[in-house]
């Protein structure tokens, strides 16, 4: 594939990405031992690329949207009210030489670019779409718990884990059942200029060590305590930056904030790179932060547990509904599942309201076939409810007592890295107008702290 250089001049991305191409922008990110895909672009006018290719690594916020999510999420990082943000996020507004700079700094050591020839723009924009699309709902290739656009002020971009704001909650490429097998054809199709390494040679290298790989195996394992006790006898072993980094997130997500704090100052003083230094002094001012604001380390610890769980009934009206694709052919993340009205109305509205009044809830879907399950959670077609038309068991649903032992007994790790059962969360609130039985099952799950959504609405300011 056609690659670029972030750090040289303008010239070799001409060389790169001439005439049609597809964008595919990767990054890496602290902690994580892989680079993931984290924008897809292309353009409508013949060779155009180039020259937007440009915007983003050398030009500023008024000329790159790219560039304005970017520093947008910068500032918020540090100051979510900064004052300044209003007018970066702007269109045509002054801009900030101290921002672009950071900017820039982001993209010319995290960033590399891989360019696909696709010479018609119709089947651009719609592979474009496509790639979109299926990374959004993609459960493996999701964010690390600090990536920087946890902190954009774009929704879509929080939600999806991709530096995009269009296409991120798209179907196409689930309704396109040709799409992938084109989109390996135009990889394949795209002739090299030059070795990879030449391409790559002024990104910051990846050279991933025994002590990373380490580090990803620790924390893959499924208990907390189990990923505590692999990283903290990683790093007395070899007392590495990286590892005190993410022994700092690990206990930043428990909401151990002393210890992480203890953590992000020693990675801050290990770590060689200045970009990786600049990372842990912000995560010792977010921690410093959230100390502030709980007064004390036994405050802040005992806070824990996300306030609000707000749980989702499944719907009859499913994507294959809309689909022409064999039952059992694919997965699909569950909220893009289900297409009742219900439900699509949660996911285009009021998913966005509960978060302004209950920061940091979350929710699941209740299934007569897989029971509480997150959003992210794969499933296949199928036609089980818990009540037919006649109060009757249809194919075989889940059982109350697995229900009750999903939410009482089994520990959920949520995107963000926290984890906790689902009847720890203080407040549970069934959302919409569920069938009789889910809601049931439901109110003898979690007892006295369910709330309608109608009750739960009552707190949304004004």
Aim: charged content about 25%.
């Amino acid at each position: 594939m056609r690659t670029g250089s972030s750090q040289k001049k303008a010239s070799p991305i001409r060389n790169h990405c001439q005439l049609s191409h597809l964008l595919v922008l990767s990054s890496c990110e602290l902690g994580v031992r892989l680079e993931r895909i984290v924008r897809v672009g292309t353009h409508r006018e013949q060779g155009n690329l180039p020259r937007r290719l440009h915007y983003h690594y050398y030009g500023n916020k008024n000329e790159s949207v790219f560039r304005k999510h970017i520093g947008g999420a910068v500032l918020a990082q540090v100051d979510p009210n900064d004052p300044r943000l209003p007018t970066w996020l702007a269109q045509d507004t002054p801009t900030t030489a101290e921002i672009e700079g950071r900017v820039s700094e982001i993209l010319r050591s995290r960033f590399r670019f891989r360019c696909i020839g696709v010479d018609d723009v119709n089947e651009r924009l719609a592979l474009e779409e496509c790639l979109i699309g299926a990374l959004s709902g993609c459960t493996y290739c999701g964010p690390s718990a600090n990536w920087l656009g946890k902190f954009a002020k774009d929704e879509k971009i929080r939600l999806s884990g991709l530096w995009n704001s269009q296409h991120t909650d798209s179907l196409l490429h689930l309704k396109d059942a040709n799409w992938f097998t084109r989109f390996q054809e135009a990889v394949e199709g795209t002739k090299t200029d030059r070795d990879d390494k030449t391409n790559n040679s002024s990104v910051v290298a990846m050279s991933w060590d025994p002590i990373n790989e380490r580090i990803r195996r620790c924390q893959n394992l499924p208990d907390r305590q189990a990923r505590l006790d692999c990283l903290t006898g990683l790093y007395e072993e070899t007392n590495d930056g990286n590892a005190a980094y993410v022994l700092g997130q690990e206990f930043e997500r428990q909401n151990t904030l002393g210890k992480a704090l203890d953590y992000y100052i020693a990675a801050q003083k290990k770590l060689p790179l200045p970009q990786w230094k600049q990372k842990a002094a912000e995560a010792i001012r977010r921690v410093e932060s959230k100390l502030g604001q709980h007064g004390s380390l036994e405050t802040a610890e005992k806070t824990e547990t996300p306030e609000v769980l707000v749980v989702v009934c499944c719907t009859e009206k499913k994507i294959w509904n809309e689909v022409s694709y064999p039952p059992g052919r694919f997965y699909v993340p569950a909220m893009f599942a289900y297409r009742g009205p219900q439900f699509q109305r949660w996911m285009t509205e009021d998913r966005f309201v509960a978060g302004k009044i209950a920061e940091g809830f979350r929710w699941v879907i209740l299934s007569a076939k897989y029971g509480f399950i997150e959003p992210s959670h794969p499933i296949g077609a199928y036609d089980v409810a818990f009540e037919d038309k006649n109060g009757q068991p249809l194919n075989g649903p889940m059982s109350e007592e697995t229900l009750r032992a999903q939410a009482t007994e089994q520990p959920r790790q949520w995107e963000d890295g926290f984890e906790t059962k689902l009847s720890d969360i203080k407040k549970v609130v069934l959302y919409g107008n569920c069938r009789r039985k889910y809601a049931e099952y439901v109110m003898r799950i979690f007892g006295n702290k369910v709330f309608s959504w109608s009750e739960f609405l009552e707190n949304l300011p004004e």
